[in-house]
């Protein structure tokens, strides 16, 4: 199932599901607690999945759709406990050794959902913001110290996620440390929806692609991971507690980046999850080279085919 949150005409956020129908609210097959914040009903169903299941079920195949046209999507997780990113995690630029496995934490506050808005920040000392496309882990917990071979036990679902940066030259984050130039308010648009764990059958070996503005930007199989989701909540765990609702930032292939900047719409996309467009304004209306990052060694080919495609066809235009 594909768990979403959504409100009607400015009404107040309910919890459904996203069905080839359009969504379907499951508002009365969930504890019913007007007071409750929605991320508090979203974690309320990962820790009632079990009970909860059946009905909705049912109601996935049997009740009335709402056309998604008429309905504003959410952010399925407005407000996670923790947000967990990999460094890098995937193979690039002709590396032959996996580099060490490392994470940050992410403000959840940076947290926006399908069709909201990246605001670039009203400074100028970062060099460049950059979308990074991952998918993201959808934690059931409380879970520590999980073993490899238990890794299924943590994990509810998974979702897109894009990890805005804030980079200085040569592609360092802003001020060196990860969390700070990646926890901008708006920095951390995820969705559009939480695929439960049954949906996927393998998280490494997804589909992952980020348009912006039409150009093709990241493209790159999960199989590509230096360290397997396996491995993510193994080290996670073995760090800190993991709470339903947490999640896990996979990482991306850095050979995919490119700027983002004022009037941009990014779109993510990634098998067998579901597709998010947010949009970009910069009150400071800077302009940077458009394009994928293309570094020495690049392997991401069909990324760097398709920019340069489509870079032509504009300087012939």
């Keep these: 199932m594909k768990l979403v949150l959504f409100s009607q005409a400015g009404g107040a956020v309910a919890p459904g599901l996203l069905t080839g129908r359009g969504v379907v609210s499951i508002a009365g097959a969930v504890p019913a607690d007007g007071a409750a914040a929605p991320m508090d009903t ?10 909860l299941k059946p009905a909705l079920q049912d109601l996935e195949a049997n009740g009335e759709a709402l056309d ?24 690039e630029h002709a590396e032959r050794q996996p580099r060490p496995l ?27 913001f950059h979308h990074e496309a991952e998918l993201a882990i959808v934690i059931k917990g409380p879970a520590k110290n999980v073993a490899p071979q238990n890794w299924r036990d943590a994990v509810f679902g998974y979702t897109c996620m894009i990890d805005v940066s804030a980079r200085g030259e040569a592609r360092s984050t802003w001020r060196r440390g990860s969390w700070m130039g990646k926890s901008f308010d708006t920095f951390g648009p995820l969705g559009p929806c939480i695929a439960t764990a ?27 991971m230096e360290h397997a989701v396996p491995e ?68 991401n080919l069909a990324a760097v085919a398709a920019a340069e495609a489509n870079t032509g066809a504009k300087e012939k235009s």
Excluded at 198 to 224: F, I
């Design 68 to 91: 998604l046209a008429a309905v504003k999507l959410h952010p399925p997780l407005p407000r996670p406990g923790k947000m967990l990113c990999c460094i890098g995690n995937y193979w």
């Design 102 to 128: 490392n994470m940050f934490l992410k403000n959840p506050d940076a947290v926006i959902g399908p069709g909201d808005t990246v605001v670039l920040p009203e400074f100028t000392e970062p060099w460049v």
């Design 232 to 299: 993510l909540i193994e080290h996670a765990s073995m760090i800190m507690t993991l709470n339903s609702g947490d999640t896990i930032a996979c990482g991306t292939n850095h050979e995919g980046l490119g700027a983002l900047q004022d009037g941009d719409n990014a779109v993510i996309e990634i098998e067998s999850i579901g597709r998010m467009e947010v949009h970009v304004s910069d009150p400071l209306k800077r302009v940077w080279q458009r394009g994928v990052y293309m570094g020495e060694n690049s392997t």
């Design 198 to 224: 049954d949906e996927l059958r393998n998280p490494n070996d997804l589909h992952v692609r980020l348009w912006c503005s039409g150009e093709l930007r990241h493209d790159y199989n999960t199989n590509d």
């Design 42 to 51: 979203m974690r309320g169903i990962i820790d009632g999945w079990d009970r």
